[in-house]
């Protein structure tokens, strides 16, 4: 997928909002971009179907008041083209069967989210796919217009002949030779039009062009006209498709000036025949060139969408011809009133579109608020009828924040303006994106801001929660984490940003606090002759960052602090894809004392050989192994089997998650090490755990 299309819009129909947002986080986890609706019936999809654009529909067949056929019927009637992907608790042949037959693409079981993450993939490659074949194809009908209306007014002669015959001739290729109507020309065979003499040399040009053997695509000919007069010219022959069909075209030039022609053919490409307003092609190609200058600093730019309102209605009253007028007069109203370096187009059957380098912000909405007062103020005369009409107006800045998905930003700005006219319309709105709306990479960009914003004026908070042994090893061990807090007074958790941090390469700036934040904790306690292990946690920028080791020690130095005291975690699919950098850097750490261990550990085809690269200390186990681990044997086994793996290896187990009794107590009998979790202390910012309770 190109840059337009990284962002897939999905609506999850099931029963519990908890499942979706697993599959939202698990399908950001894998590096999609995506952004979610939920809905548990009828009608939440129905609403959303109407007013989102969507591009997936995942939908549970095991709900019980809501069928897989009456989701497919409701994206029907919608006139919606989506992907429909069904998800079932048992994955049987009957259901599979049963829901592609009720029009499911594909059915995936409801926890294999891996599967799950290639059959989305590939559905939103191939709608994707369908979309853009459909804009071609609207692009190709346009072109082919454009085309026929070139040719007809050429004044040069063209005629297209397949086989010999002619299937096509503009009106100065049959003036030429004096027919009056194609009719007399259709099936004529060029050879005939051709003088005796030269027939059999143009059978064998012809010939050469077929097998793209001729050296020149020109030929001088004697031509017959209808009266019997020889005519002297030279044809230029080119292979060619009409009607999709393979055809040779041929042009005879008329030797006059074409600069007006090619100044025509300009113009018709870049502009609307009715309004002679530029058209929706050169628009958004505009718009495309607005984005990319605001978001690399350029400049700014305003887009301001213009609705005819009650279009519909108009259009029964005074027919298309007249429509045709009134858009005219709404044009002449939007030219006059805007300035003359804002590009503005037809964009719609009754939209039209501004763009403009931004003043300042309130001059461009200024102008949105006059525009639908010109409109009002407006009486068009059409026939024998005076009519006036109202029109609703959105605004979309475009800065910095912007998404570069050109077709994001007309989607903001068509739902903002249809939200005018749902209430009545004949007014201005400016959008302004929601925390819900907005696309991944704006959400990333908040989250990047808020986290340099709390580094730059200190409201940012270490929390700390224990590692705690379960065959008595003494000492002290807590794994770091960050909290932070906006300027409103809300607190955001690790999960709330972190996510944000590694893709917009703020993750670097938030483990060099840690780790700072780490050492001072040491310092202090070890003043107060406490002996504490901290583990922090490293984000793959961290990983590559080449110059990590030196800056821990020269920092551990200033602080007069043992490296021994600090263990660094990086994730185990991290660790596997950047393997050459996590065995520098935990050969670098380890000389300066510090110890290594790898997070989220026991998924990878064979996860002991990475222990081995970077002589890892600590194994944490994969959160996924703490599922339901109280009732689920084959977790327990799995666990039990890495924790004797690990001792052999001398390297001590750490489990997560661990939640209440139960799992605790099931955690004692499978020869783990260490344990962590809320039932023992959720993450506090202070280091209060009383480690001889265990």
């Not at 327990?636 to 924790?643: F, G, N, V």
């Amino acid at each position: 997928m190109d840059n337009e299309e990284k962002l897939i819009r999905l609506l999850i129909v099931d029963e519990g909002f908890h499942k979706a947002e697993q599959i939202t986080s698990s399908l950001r986890a894998a590096g999609m971009h995506v952004r979610a609706e939920f809905a548990e019936n009828s009608e939440d999809m129905c609403d959303l179907l109407e007013n989102k654009v969507l591009d997936l529909v995942l939908f549970s067949v095991d709900l019980s008041d809501f069928t897989l056929s009456q989701g497919q019927h409701l994206i029907r009637e919608c006139g919606r083209h989506v992907a429909l992907i069904a998800m079932a608790k048992k994955l049987e042949s009957e259901v599979i069967v049963r829901s592609i037959e009720e029009g499911a693409q594909d059915v995936v079981a409801s926890d294999s989210l891996e599967h799950l993450i290639h059959v989305i993939k590939r559905e939103a490659y191939n709608i994707n796919m369908w979309r853009r074949a459909m804009r071609l194809e609207l692009e190709f009908q346009e072109s082919e217009k454009r085309c026929q209306n070139l040719l007809s007014h050429s004044k040069d002669a063209v005629a297209y002949v397949h086989e010999g015959m002619h299937i096509y001739a503009n009106e100065v290729y049959m003036e030429l030779f004096g027919n009056a109507d194609f009719d007399e020309l259709e099936g004529t065979p060029i050879i005939d039009m051709v003088d005796a003499s030269q027939q059999s040399e143009l059978k064998t040009f012809l010939r050469e062009l077929s097998k793209n053997e001729n050296e020149t695509n020109e030929l001088e000919l004697k031509l017959i006209h209808s009266s019997g007069e020889r005519i002297s010219a030279k044809l230029e022959f080119s292979r060619a498709s009409y009607d999709g069909e393979p055809c040779t075209q041929i042009l005879i030039r008329s030797g006059s000036d074409t600069s007006e022609l090619e100044e025509q053919i300009n113009y018709l490409h870049q502009h609307d025949l009715i309004s002679g307003l530029y058209n929706r092609p050169f628009f958004m190609d505009e718009l495309k060139t607005a984005i990319t200058q605001a978001v690399n600093g350029i400049s700014q730019s305003t887009l301001i969408y213009i609705a005819i309102d009650n279009f519909q209605s108009i259009r029964d009253m005074i027919g298309i011809s007249g429509c045709d007028t009134l858009i005219k007069d709404i044009a002449g109203i939007l030219t006059e009133g805007t300035g003359d370096e804002d590009i503005v187009a037809r964009f719609g059957a009754c939209s039209y579109t501004c763009l403009s380098k931004i003043k300042d912000r309130q001059t461009a909405e200024e102008l949105a608020v006059d525009i639908p007062k010109l409109v009002e103020e407006h009486i068009s005369e059409i026939g024998n009828q005076s009519i006036s009409t109202t029109c609703s107006t959105s605004v979309v800045f475009i800065d910095e924040n912007t998404p570069d998905n050109p077709n994001e930003i007309i989607s903001r700005a068509e739902k903002t303006c249809q939200e005018i006219q749902d209430a009545g319309g004949n007014q201005s709105k400016t959008y302004i994106p929601q925390a819900g709306e907005m696309t991944l990479e704006e959400e990333d960009r908040n989250k990047a801001s808020l986290i340099k914003e709390a580094l730059n004026s200190n409201r940012i908070n270490g929390l700390y929660q224990p590692i705690v042994s379960v065959k008595a090893q003494g000492g002290e061990r807590y794994i770091s984490s960050l909290e932070i807090i906006s300027e409103d007074g809300h607190t955001l958790y690790e999960h709330d940003f972190l996510g944000a941090a590694e893709r917009t390469g703020t993750a670097k700036m938030l483990d060099r606090w840690r780790i700072l934040h780490a050492i001072k904790k040491i310092s202090e306690t070890s003043q107060r002759g406490r002996k504490i292990e901290f583990f922090v946690a490293l984000s793959a920028e961290s990983i590559q960052d080449p110059g990590l080791a030196v800056w821990v020690s020269e920092n551990l130095n200033k602080a007069k602090v043992s490296g021994e005291q600090l263990v660094f975690l990086i994730n185990e699919a991290q660790a596997v894809n950047q393997l050459k950098a996590s065995k520098t850097l935990a050969k670098g750490l380890q000389q300066i004392h510090c110890k290594f261990a790898i997070d989220e550990f026991g998924t990878g085809l064979n996860p002991f050989q990475l222990v081995k690269h970077v002589n890892a200390d600590y194994v944490r186990i994969n959160h996924a192994y703490m599922d339901n681990l109280a009732q689920n044997k084959e977790n327990q086994d799995s666990i039990r089997e890495l924790a004797y793996q690990a001792t052999d290896l001398d390297v001590n187990t750490i489990t997560p998650g661990v939640t209440d009794a139960a799992v605790l107590s099931v955690l004692w009998t499978l020869n783990v090490d260490f344990v962590q979790g809320e039932f023992l202390q959720a993450p506090d910012k202070e280091l209060n755990y009383d480690f001889s309770s265990m």
